[in-house]
């Protein structure tokens, strides 16, 4: 044996592992670190960055003795072929082509032991070779840490322990790992497709811009949500905003990813962009008083969905409030409630668009996204409420009132037909409440926070969805048959810090 192959996240180094591969790896055997998903971080199945997590192996390796070899792994979709995605990577990376007479793998994961094992290599199973009760493995070491247990130290190598120290990294995974909003692979939900959601954002971008610019403060400016970037990409173009410092957070990793990808690309004209990948939630980003305009699109919304619902947006609130410089300014567009939207309605949908099902399917959740969408798509506005009804993540109150119209409350019926057409991303989009915060909650809520109202705040309907999307297949009325004028649908939220604070 020349080399032990040891494939793994690697986010932790274990004093078990130190004292196993002593007795594996002789004198003139290379122990191959194969680091695995290294161009992942910030995500709960990844907190720990790859750069750190070579620096705990260098280091483990001279404290051991160990001669070793360190190699990153990009993330690739389940493949039944990831151990030779592994070994082809090894070999560009070092040269070195591991085979089956020179090789021991060391791996305690079962399914992916077996993928080295139908090659011909021979397994060392690490810690699923102890007899008894097995020893911790990394992971549970490092979710010990997440949940604020010292023991964690005790199971650790000195070497990862001196580069958590150092980097303040324990503090890192305790906030990634306790995240209440942020996926395991650092998004909102696993359910949605970011290529549709990117393109939708490009095409409003110009849209969302001209509404915005002409309160934007110069300063720092930070988009937060920033998607790909296409609105900083509009507020780089402007010639009043050539000193500021331009800003985007976003949490979700395709997205924030495609940010820096444009970066690189020489997209941006202003030195001065920089993109976070941050979490609001997860605690201050910018320290206080120091962030001259805040921007956020259709986000509010979602932290109120994916969060605690108003305890999430009234922190997110507090939060803004806290980093912006007295004087400036919280500019925020989203959906908004209706006035009044929890109030009785008669709401009556086609039938005759679509198919009509004696029942509701329960099992979306098994199909594909194309599946779901050939499903949702082909109902009939009036079945696909009660599909919506029963995949949406809160309450959709209503009862048939007979030849396709149901009795409901003005809120749930605008929260359906928003969100009726959202068919390629309905097991996403049916977790978001759009229909949360009417008008007079906003004012209240920030009034509370401390923000000040600019004149230009306000609800709108926009006309474009209900001429185009809603009214040709709804009708709405008062309880008594009475017809009722479609309700607002949007908000445009200017809200200003006062400067004596």
Known sequence: MRYVLFPGRHHLLTRFQAGYLRRLAGPGVTVVWAVTSANHENTRRNPVPYHRREAAIERFSVQTGLRSVVVPVFDTAPTDRFAEVTLKTVTVATGLELTPADTVVACSTPEVAALYDKLGFRIAGVEADEPGEPPARPWEVLMRLAAGDPAWRELAHEATIDVFDRYLLAGTVRTVVNDPVVGDEGGLTATRDYRAYVAAFADGAARKWEQVRAHVRPGRVVDVGCGAGAVLELADREPALRESDLIGVEVARHLYEECVHKKAQGVFGNANVFFYRRNVLGGAIFPPRSVDTTLTFALTHEIWSYGDRLASVRAFAQAVYDHTAPGGVWINSDVCGPDGKDRPVLLTLQRGDGANPAAPRRDLAQLSAEEVAAYT?????????????????????????GDGAVTTTLGAAMDYLTRKDYVHNWLSETREQFCGLEWADWKSLLADVGFELDPASGPYRNDWVVDNRIAPVAALARPGGEPLDWPVTHVLLVARRPRNT
């Open 377 to 401: 798509g082909g109902l009939s506005t009036r079945a696909r409420l009660d599909q919506f009804a029963v995949d949406a993540a809160f309450d959709v109150p209503y009862e048939p009132a």
